[in-house]
């Protein structure tokens, strides 16, 4: 069956414009996860979605960055205002149920670029 | 959620058997163990989980002794295709806590 999808794979904006990152989950899958991930670093917890609620917002880095998810499907992270150090490649993962134990179905990635 | 700590780069050869060992000294008794690979340009790949003793698949094996405080992921006879960053993490099945803490991983290179 069809994985987790992100669109675009790549996106090269100027700062201080606004950027929308999209992610459709696979069928089914209750949890929807976002991270980021900067150049050679691990990987950084954003945020997380339950249905379409967020119970853990703790981490988006700042007030410019914003997430929802609309019929326990699709999901889009926003970033306002963008600055150079939101450069990164931005992953959004998908489980069938909500909880650190249980496996997590990765996209590509989105990689953004902020000039 | 737990911490771990694992080397943070690794070489072999092929044709080895590559062992990856994490220590999670604070692990609770509900918590799960998670190997996750990673290649260049794509998103973590879930390999093995596991709770205690031994769990294999195709993949790999997953050591994990008594106490729990550490965990070893076993590749056997390794490939060039290996190359990979792997990630150990632990936490547990349901509750509030969503997130996954993967931190920088080790960087496994494997050498013909």
């Known amino acids: 069956g069809a994985g987790v999808s992100q669109s675009p794979s790549n996106k090269v904006t100027e700062k201080g414009k606004d950027v929308e990152l999209r992610c459709d989950p696979i069928s089914g899958h209750t949890a929807l996860y976002w991270y980021r991930q900067s150049l050679g670093q691990g990987l950084e917890f954003l945020i997380y979605f339950q249905g379409n609620s967020a119970p853990d917002k703790s981490g988006l880095p700042s007030d410019r960055f914003s997430a929802e998810r609309t019929g326990g499907s699709v999901s889009t992270l926003t970033i306002q205002r963008t600055q150079q150090e939101d450069s990164a490649v931005y992953l959004c993962?998908?489980?069938?149920?909500?909880?650190?134990?249980?496996?997590?179905?990765f996209g590509p990635g989105t990689r953004l670029t902020v000039t | 959620l737990a911490k771990t700590t694992q080397p943070i780069s690794m070489d072999s050869y092929e044709g080895q058997e590559v062992n990856i060992t994490c220590s999670h000294n604070?692990?609770?008794?509900?918590?799960?163990i998670t190997w996750y690979q990673q290649f260049p340009s794509q998103g973590p790949r879930f390999i093995i989980q596991g709770y205690k003793t031994k769990v294999t698949n195709e993949v790999a094996s997953l050591f994990i002794p008594a106490d729990r405080k550490s965990s070893t992921l076993s590749l056997p006879r390794v490939s060039l295709s290996d190359t990979a960053v792997y990630y150990c993490?632990?936490?547990?099945?349901?509750?509030?806590?969503?997130?996954?803490?993967f931190g920088k991983g080790t960087k496994l290179s494997v050498k013909p």
């Open positions: 604070n692990i609770a008794t509900n918590d799960y």
């Open positions: 993490l632990v936490g547990e099945r349901g509750g509030s806590q969503g997130n996954l803490i």
């Open positions: 993962a998908s489980s069938l149920v909500q909880g650190t134990a249980y496996e997590q179905y």
